[in-house]
């Protein structure tokens, strides 16, 4: 399996767009790895992780050809995970030979905030029904797309909603998608999570070296779940472990961020960035 990082940032993108703090000035002098688009992901270039505003801007950058992907999984509603009007460019009359239906998973606020936006009076003349089929998930219900294995499990992020991470089987292999969360998981998903083996692992670090109760996991976290995750065996020396959604507000540069995750044996994502596993 192979994973790209499309974008790498928390909502407000890095350096964020109306700050001028010292990490984002310095992004914006140095540039490279420092600059930082909304998280999104592909894997195998066959799924979709989240559909950001950064969408369009990922697609010509890496050379996506999105008309062509089946399947697309949503985290949450946030804007930065979701911004479900562009989806209206599946259609025919603005995408043309796209390959068969783009099948978009999430739960419920996903699925108000996608027929909210499609469903506007100036897209009514170019109805989704053959191009963009919506499929609503509940957590630890399993299911099977173009032969992976996913399964949504809750996470502990927006109360008012039922975000979701994933894990992800096929061949062999298996892929934790953890963003957007903290610790605080039900029994039941970490039951589940516990259950598995895997082979790449991802998680949320946007607070940098700091911590939070609940809603984001900083760096400290993630050495607690990956402790966590081998001390139930589900995890080995040759797991890849990438830290990754990363907010200004962590104040790290992408050099400290490369550093920590050095010295303790993950790799700290950067736009465009792809790891085979």
């Not at 003349?125 to 992976?148: M, N, T």
């Not at 096929?170 to 957007?180: E, F, N, R, V």
């Not at 900083?218 to 402790?227: A, I, M, N, T």
């Amino acid at each position: 399996m192979e994973i790209q990082y499309l974008g790498t940032a928390a909502a407000e993108g890095w350096p964020a767009l109306f700050c001028d703090c010292d990490i984002c000035r310095r992004a914006r002098q140095v540039g490279g790895k420092e600059l930082r688009t909304r998280t999104q992901a592909m894997v195998d270039r066959r799924i979709l992780m989240d559909f950001p505003p950064d969408t369009y801007t990922h697609a010509l950058t890496y050379g996506l050809e999105l008309g062509q992907v089946q399947h697309l999984l949503v985290t949450h509603s946030h804007m930065d995970h979701f911004f479900p009007v562009e989806l209206i460019h599946r259609h025919e009359h603005f995408g043309h030979n796209a390959r068969g239906m783009l099948h978009v998973y999430g739960n419920a606020a996903v699925e108000k905030a996608f027929y909210d936006a499609v469903n506007i009076d100036r897209f009514k003349v170019h109805p989704l029904d053959e191009s963009v089929k919506f499929i609503r998930l509940e957590p630890f219900q399993d299911f099977v797309a173009e032969g992976y294995h996913i399964i949504p499990l809750p996470a502990d992020h927006d109360k008012r909603e039922t975000c979701l991470i994933y894990i992800i089987e096929k061949d062999g292999k298996c892929l934790l998608y953890g963003h957007d969360t903290g610790l605080n998981l039900s029994p039941e998903a970490w039951d589940c999570i516990f259950s598995h083996r895997y082979d790449l692992v991802s998680m949320d670090a946007t607070m940098g070296k700091k911590q939070t109760e609940c809603y984001h996991m900083g760096l400290p976290d993630d050495l607690e779940l990956v402790r966590r995750l081998e001390e139930k065996g589900c995890v080995s020396e040759s797991t890849v472990k990438v830290v990754s959604h990363f907010s200004h507000n962590g104040e790290m540069t992408h050099a400290q961020l490369e550093e920590f995750a050095g010295e303790h044996g993950m790799i700290a994502a950067y736009d465009g960035m792809r790891v085979e596993f």
